[in-house]
């Protein structure tokens, strides 16, 4: 191979063995990643590279083949991998990829098993076996919204994976609670990957599957190309269980940008290397609330499209070949890579630096850091609840199957299966009279009737079930104790009490609301171009998290909106599973101001209810919204009686409509699953509102229902009480059927709706206070935890932007002098694994990235080496809280009253007067009404200046009720569509004012959650990797532990960021 004085004499001879597709694809101008990189090692000048064509590959026997000193051969389709090992048994080549464990990777039973023997983790899984197709397994169980096999249990969302590894046909199963349905992945066939089947529920028997915990990654899948045990290289791209939809640049190559590795996720290349000897390898790599896993290895596989990546992974080879047949040579690095390199052309960047766009420009210095919005749900049907006292014994028998047999144990139904036998038995008692209450009047006998009646059109209703908008409870009330079969006694129920919930659907117009959003923030909230969002969300510098309460309409919205924001496609399940984050605990619930919203309400009633409305002024004559019940009208008292004749007027309407409806006894079969209505239907019915039906699927029976129960609950006669709770309940219905039963032409409905909508107007926002320092009150107990979220999103976007003008600033310091040196060993300071990598990572991780219960929120990070972007640097964080009304009003209240608290009094109102007077106006927060924080930095001054971060605070009042108010040709067409426009955003500062993060940080904080009281992650019982759990982001101190441990590694430092 050498003469005597050590130069080459004969050059090494690398064998490529595969079969010529790997090689010659591609055009000329882009030939593929191998003919690039081959190309590249011969230029080199130390080897002579040669080709097995396909026919000697295929017939000619082993000992004709090439000898050579170093062999590259992978299986593929067609590929004789057997006849590859035996004249590799013969040769004895160096061998890149080793021949023997490539059938590991044809079985994902053994890829799993390999990957667990080497300690690198994958999802939580079971291993379903059949000899024969269809064979039943006494160990395999399947209901409706889970799998046990061998008594563990996978709740949807859950994976199923063919064993064969060649099988790429994937299913992921939804739950009911989601929609249900199915999502097939497979390899893409244009432009898609995957399809919805909203009708599939039930798993594949024909075959052996693997079932796997669904991991939420936030919508990213990461590839990962190793070549040797230290280097990978890492790429991320749009999952397919997101939309399906193959981005794809203008050369039909599928987008992908590089992101950086952990040293934990490096430790993991290495191994997987080492797991199956195969040293170019690729595998694809989950991220997921704070840990990684691998789900897949595919054995030999390249970057496309990437000239550094070919460099790279030449010199790689390079050095690989070197060591094995020339090691006294290999560490020999040329001064000069030995062919021309091909810059790639950037894309020109979406987003400008510019200012904040909607409230005034700050200049060119200033960058868009941060955007934080709390965004309330779309338009939904009215909730509804009955209730009922129940002795028979079918539901008593219902409530002790699914309660454990407990009777004095509460039963909740919310599953299909549940819901399904309640509305059998149901069927059976309709209209039946009820046993054992002889005494009961007829009257109440048909009270009774009724209310099964309407429980039974209730279950009945869009013709499926699901638990994200109805559910049943059953609450024994009366107990005696009967002879049981072993003669002994025990007690059983006789008298329970039944109470549904159902309603509150985003309906299809609440739909269209949220996806109009959606798009509307991308192309407003974003400086610069429309399109500016959508460049950067898919390079990687764009970090988004979406979180929802637990209402099912509130996650519906959540997931429209990503919809619009993200120019997705297809059905709301699968952005829903992918995308939206549930924390209840930051997004429902009003218990923790529950005695103080109960006062205010007691208060309420006493000066609505007064012949002349009491004012008492708080000091400040000048500011009606000082007042106590300010925005309450001064006639309230004389409205309420008006508004309890004008509901009987509008109930009386229904009834007869429901009177003439068909009761049927024909217990039809429940028609096919309708993943539209479940989700919010798309489109109105246009047949049901031709046929002089309610819209939606509410019949006239349920729509009598609402309305009765409305008219009882407003005034007690025989007490003489009103209730004026219920006035935001007959608003609501007012709205409701202005917009969708316009049609109906229900006399006095106009009417009512403006008496209503004046009550209201003063109701609910005194609902939450009635006066500014009840109102922080409430509304800080309501929004602690999410202010304290907020504030945590705030400092940490402040934080990573000053380390990375840091860290930038004394790069570019430094780049002179180590120019030198970076361009001799620039190949190999890509993604080694080098000693010191390998040290931080023993003592680091688990800080770092895989057990801190700090911060589960799964990060990308631009690799700025590879990636081919003009700012990779540039970085910006989106929040979207998704709730409902009370946690919007709670969240203004605070922002407008903070100054009042005793801490800081003298302080001036984050709000400007002019934007006070706008809220006191505004009254109503209605549906999809938001408030945006967006933090700008400013570039041009010192890091330490507090005028470097700059926040930016609008809102929006929601949906618009002026088409609800005219009589105009544009209100006549939103008639027609059932759907309101959205207001755009209104200033709480004035024209120029500057607010900085200081400042904001100061009067947020007594209302905010600390960060350290923030309770340890937890998943909803039942859904085990569902929904990401509840998130505590890094601290300010926190963080700079980690700047002082990892600030010699930029990019291991960016992605802890």
Known sequence: MKDEGGDF??????????????????????????????????????????????????????ESWPICDCLIAFHSSGYPLEKAKAYAALRKPFLVNELEPQHLLHDRRKVYEQLQRYGVHVPRYVLVNREVPYQELDYFVEQEDFVEVHGNRFWKPFVEKPVDGDDHRIMIYYPSSAGGGMKELFRKVGNRSSEFHPDVRRVRREGSYIYEEFMPTGGTDVKVYTVGTEYAHAEARKSPVVDGVVMRNPDGKEVRYPVLLTPTEKQMARDVCIAFRQAVCGFDLLRCEGRSYVCDVNGWSFVKNSHKYYDDTACVLRKMFLDAKAPHLSTTIPPTLPWKVTEQ??????????????????????????????????????????????????????????????????????????????????????????????????????????KLLQVKAVLEEKGHFSGIYRKVQLKPLKWVKVTSNDEGEEERPVEALMVLKYGGVLTHAGRKQAEELGRYFRNNMYPGEGTGLLRLHSTYRHDLKIYSSDEGRVQMSAAAFAKGLLDLEGELTPILVSLVSKDSSMLDGLDNASIEMEEAK??????????????????????????????????????????????????????????????TEEYEVIPPYDQARALGKTNIDVDRIAAGLPCGSEGFLLMHARWRKLETDLYHERKERYDITQIPDVYDSCKYDLLHNAHLNLEGLDELFKVAQLLADGVIPNEYGINPEQKLKIGSKI????????????????????????????????????????????????LYIKNDDMRRTSTSDISMDQDDDDDKETKYRLDPEYANVKTPERHVRTRLYFTSESHIHSVMNVLRYCNLDESLLGEDSLVCHNGLERLHKTKELDYMSYIVLRMFENTAVKLEDPKRFRIDMTFSRGADLSPLEKNDSEAASLHQEHTLPIMGPERLQEVGSYLTLDKMEEMF?????????????????????????????????????????????????????
Request: with cysteine; aromatic share 6%; hydrophobic share 35%.
């Open 345 to 450: 052309v950037q894309p020109s960047e979406g987003l400008t630096r510019q200012g904040s766009g909607i409230i005034g420009t700050f200049g060119q210095s200033e960058e868009l850091r941060c955007v934080i919005a709390i965004v309330r749900h779309g338009d939904r049907t009215p909730k509804q609840k009955v209730k009922l006292k129940v002795t028979e014994e079918k539901l008593l028998n219902l409530m002790l199957k699914y309660n454990g047999g407990r009777p004095r144990a509460e039963t909740k139904l919310k599953s299909a299966v549940q819901l399904q036998d309640l509305l059998d038995a149901t069927r059976m008692l309709v209209p039946r009279n009820r046993p054992g209450r002889e005494s009961d009047s007829e009257a109440e006998d048909f009270a009774h009737e009724e």
């Open 783 to 830: 929004a602690r935890r999410l202010l304290g979220k907020i504030l945590i999103d705030l400092r940490n976007t402040r934080e990573e932007a000053i380390s990375v003008a840091e860290l930038k600033s004394n790069r570019d310091q430094d780049s002179t002098s180590k120019k030198a040196e970076k361009e001799d060993t620039e190949y190999q300071s890509k």
């Open 1005 to 1057: 904080h007594p209302f905010a959650m600390p960060a350290e009281d923030f309770p340890p992650p937890s998943t909803p019982a039942g859904f085990s990797g569902y929904f990401t759990k509840s998130v505590l982001e890094r601290l300010h101190l926190h963080f700079m532990h980690y700047v002082a441990l990892y600030s010699d590694a930029l990019e291991t430092f960016l992605y802890l960021l």
């Open 602 to 663: 007691g208060m309420l009633h006493d000066i609505i209810t007064s012949v002349a409305k009491t004012v008492q002024n708080n000091g400040s004559s000048e500011l009606p919204w000082m007042v106590d019940g300010a925005g309450l009208p001064s006639n309230a008292s004389e409205l309420l009686p008006k508004l309890v004749q004008l509901t009987k007027k509008v109930t009386e309407q229904v009834r007869l409509l429901a009177s003439d409806e068909k009761r």
């Open 9 to 62: 004499g004969t050059k090494i001879k690398i064998g490529v063995c595969v079969m010529q597709k790997k090689v010659k694809c591609g055009s000329e101008a882009n030939s593929g990643p191998m003919r690039q990189i081959l190309d590249r090692l011969q230029k080199f000048g130390e080897f002579e590279i040669i080709e097995f064509m396909d026919k000697t590959i295929i017939d000619d026997p082993i």
